[in-house]
C-alpha cells in the first residue's frame, strides 16, 4: 500500500487518522485466547481475505449468525459465548451502534468497496480506489460517531 500512500497528500492522511482515532472506529472483541489460538482482533488482521477490514469482519460476524462459512468461521466459533450475548446479527449491529454499515434489513453488508465473497485481495490496487475507499469509511465512522453520541444523550 505505500506505493499508493505515497500519492496521498500528508494533510489528507492526517485527516483520516484523525478522524479514525475517535471512538466510532474502534469495537472491542474478547482479548482472552483460547486454546491458545488467535484472538478475533489477531485473526482479522493476519488473515489475507480481511486484512484488518472491519466490513469483512463485519460479513463474517453476520455469516456466523447464519451457520455459513467465513474466513473466521474458526476464531468466531471459538468466541461464540461472546456473540450468543446479543441473541442474532441483528442484535449485535444494534448494540454496537453499527447500523450505518448494514442493510436497513439487516441482511446484507454495506461495504467500502466492491466486495466478490472473500475471492480477491481486500485492500485498493491504486490511488482512486484507496480514496473511494477512504469516503466510505470516513462516512462510516462519522455516522457511528454521531450514533454514539446520540445514544449518549438519550442516555442521560
Known amino acids: 500500500m505505500?506505493?499508493?500512500?505515497?500519492?496521498?497528500?500528508h494533510e489528507e492522511i492526517d485527516s483520516?487518522?484523525?478522524?479514525c482515532s475517535t471512538i466510532g472506529a474502534y469495537i472491542i472483541f474478547p482479548a482472552k485466547r483460547i486454546?491458545?489460538?488467535?484472538?478475533?482482533?489477531?485473526?482479522?488482521?493476519?488473515?489475507?481475505?480481511i486484512q484488518d477490514?472491519?466490513?469483512?469482519?463485519?460479513?463474517?460476524?453476520?455469516?456466523l449468525y447464519?451457520?455459513?462459512?467465513?474466513?473466521?468461521?474458526?476464531?468466531?466459533?471459538?468466541?461464540?459465548?461472546?456473540?450468543?450475548l446479543f441473541a442474532d446479527f441483528k442484535g449485535y449491529v444494534d448494540y454496537f451502534l453499527l447500523q450505518d454499515l448494514v442493510?436497513?434489513?439487516?441482511?446484507?453488508?454495506?461495504f467500502w468497496s466492491n466486495?466478490?465473497?472473500?475471492?480477491?485481495?481486500?485492500?485498493?490496487k491504486n490511488k482512486e480506489e484507496y480514496l473511494s475507499y477512504?469516503?466510505?469509511?470516513?462516512?462510516?465512522?462519522?455516522?457511528r460517531n454521531q450514533r454514539i453520541l446520540n445514544s449518549t444523550i438519550k442516555g442521560e
Request: hydrophobic share 40%.
Open 66 to 84: 447464519l451457520n455459513q462459512q467465513s474466513p473466521l468461521t474458526d476464531v468466531l466459533e471459538r468466541n461464540a459465548n461472546f456473540f450468543k
Open 2 to 9: 505505500s506505493h499508493i500512500i505515497d500519492e496521498i497528500s
Open 115 to 124: 466486495f466478490d465473497n472473500f475471492e480477491t485481495a481486500p485492500l485498493p
Open 134 to 143: 477512504i469516503s466510505e469509511l470516513l462516512d462510516f465512522v462519522k455516522a
Open 103 to 110: 442493510e436497513k434489513d439487516y441482511v446484507a453488508i454495506k
Open 53 to 63: 477490514r472491519f466490513d469483512f469482519t463485519l460479513e463474517c460476524i453476520r455469516r
Open 35 to 49: 486454546n491458545n489460538k488467535m484472538t478475533i482482533n489477531g485473526a482479522r488482521g493476519v488473515n489475507h481475505k
Open 16 to 19: 483520516f487518522f484523525s478522524i
